[in-house]
Structures are given as C-alpha cells and as structure tokens.
C-alpha cells in the first residue's frame, strides 16, 4: 500500500510530492500577481475575455444567486457575474493571499464591495457548509489544484440541489497539427514574454507545462461525472484551445 507521504504528482513537467505542489503554486502565482492580468493576456493571447463572456453566456447568471467563484484571485469572473446578475452575492477563494490583494485593488472590487467576500482556501477542502452556493465557478484554476478530483466533489457538496459548475481551463487541441503548432508556440514564445514582461520565465514555463498535463476534454468530462453532477456537458472554444465544462447537481 502507498503511504500517504510518498504519493506524487505534476508540477509542469517535474514529478513532486502531492505535500509540495500547493506550496509550490502558492509560490507561481505570489511571483505574479501583480502581472496576472497582463499574463492571461500573453497566455491567451487577449482572447480570455472573450472566453469569459462565452462562459457568462452559457451560465446566464440570475439576480440574487451566490456564486463560489474559486481560484479566482483578481476577481475577473467574480465581477462579470454579478454585472450580469443585477443583484447577488459573489466570494472569491484563492490558495495565494496576493492574488486577493490585487484583486480588492480593480475599481470594481470598490463599487461591488458590499456584494464581495474574498477569502483565502483551498479548492480540496472549501471552509463552507454543504449546500452553500447557487453557481460554482472555477476559471484556468483547476489544473493548478492537487488533486482536482477532490476539487470537483467539494464544488459538488458546497452546491445547492439545482446548483451549476463552470469551469474554464485551457484544454487540448482535436487536430494534432494544430496541437503541435499550438505547443511551439506556447513553448517557446509564452516563457520568454513572461521573462520580459514579469521578469519570472520559471513560473510562466510551470503555467505552460500545466496546461499539456491537465486532462483532456472528454477524461476531464467523466470526473465531472465522477463528482456526481448530471448533466455534464463540454463547449470547446477557439478549437479546443480552452474548454467550457458544466454541470448541475440535480
């Protein structure tokens, strides 16, 4: 039998004790926080707005609803919710304090304040009550988390029955020409922006790793499942670069 302690797993490409990668993340996304916004940009090459609205489209989000926006550190999903909703009650749960920070620092965390609650946790272990939460959201977040499974089973407990998950995560390409090219250019250009633009080429090369661990479409689609949400259903976006997962527990 494996003890506990000598379970591992991904951090990028590296092989690391599941009791490291948090601290580890933490570490990524403290170095740049202050850049985050401008590094979804490089990742994404400026279409992750895009794809976050894709995503407040398919959630159509209600007034008066409490979303669990996790991951969500500078809030980005958070404020486009409740814009949407009209009335309602987001909180933010981020593993790294300073993406909180930078977060309460938009002018929308000012104007929104009295609809905000930002809180420091981990997605494997939420500090909420079962059946908390109207809409669970989690964007370019879940590959970051240990074990993401776990991750999915919490969202499904901390749901209301008729609660919804989104999550929003790059994904893999259908056509493997298009993967490769996608791969040289993640690879090669992305690291050395995040060398010119954050002076951090390590954390952007982990970012970049992440995404060609993290499961495909359909295998993530089957944890969703696993979880326990009915449902569950898949949108790709700009051909698979990133992907759209939902669920309802039902």
């Known amino acids: 039998m494996t003890d506990e302690k000598d379970k591992t797993t991904h951090f990028g490409f590296e092989t690391?004790?599941?009791?490291e990668k948090a601290g580890r993340v933490r570490g990524v996304f403290s170095s740049v926080a202050s850049k985050y916004d401008i590094m979804n940009d490089v990742m994404s090459g400026g279409i992750h707005r895009l794809w976050k609205d894709a995503m407040m489209d398919w959630l159509a989000p209600r007034p008066g609803q409490k979303l669990?926006?996790?991951?969500?550190?500078?809030?980005d999903i958070s404020f486009r919710f409740l814009k949407r909703a009209g009335t309602?009650?987001?909180?933010?749960?981020?593993?790294?304090?300073?993406?909180?920070?930078?977060?309460?620092?938009?002018a929308e965390a000012a104007s929104m304040a009295e609809s905000l609650d930002w809180v420091?946790?981990?997605?494997?272990?939420?500090?909420?009550?079962?059946?908390?939460?109207?809409?669970?959201?989690?964007?370019?977040?879940?590959?970051?988390?240990?074990?993401?499974?776990?991750?999915?089973?919490?969202?499904?407990?901390?749901?209301?029955?008729?609660?919804?998950?989104?999550?929003?995560?790059?994904?893999?390409?259908?056509?493997?020409?298009?993967?490769?090219?996608?791969?040289?250019?993640?690879?090669?250009?992305?690291?050395?922006?995040?060398?010119?633009?954050a002076k951090d080429r390590d954390s952007y090369q982990y970012l970049v790793e992440s995404i060609r661990n993290f499961p495909d479409q359909e295998t993530f689609l089957g944890m969703v499942?696993?979880?326990?949400?009915?449902?569950?259903?898949?949108?790709?976006?700009?051909?698979?670069?990133?992907?759209?997962?939902?669920?309802w527990k039902i």
């Open 225 to 247: 499942r696993q979880a326990g949400f009915e449902n569950a259903k898949y949108r790709n976006l700009t051909m698979g670069v990133a992907c759209l997962h939902s669920g």
């Open 16 to 19: 690391v004790p599941e009791g």
């Open 88 to 106: 309602g009650h987001a909180t933010v749960l981020d593993l790294t304090e300073s993406m909180l920070v930078e977060g309460r620092k938009r």
């Open 120 to 197: 420091t946790g981990d997605a494997m272990a939420l500090p909420f009550a079962d059946n908390t939460f109207d809409v669970y959201t989690i964007s370019f977040g879940i590959r970051n988390v240990t074990r993401p499974q776990e991750a999915l089973n919490e969202a499904y407990r901390v749901l209301k029955t008729g609660g919804r998950l989104m999550v929003l995560e790059f994904s893999q390409l259908p056509n493997p020409a298009m993967q490769k090219a996608y791969d040289l250019y993640s690879f090669n250009v992305i690291p050395r922006m995040g060398q010119i633009i």
């Open 68 to 75: 669990l926006d996790v991951a969500g550190g500078t809030g």
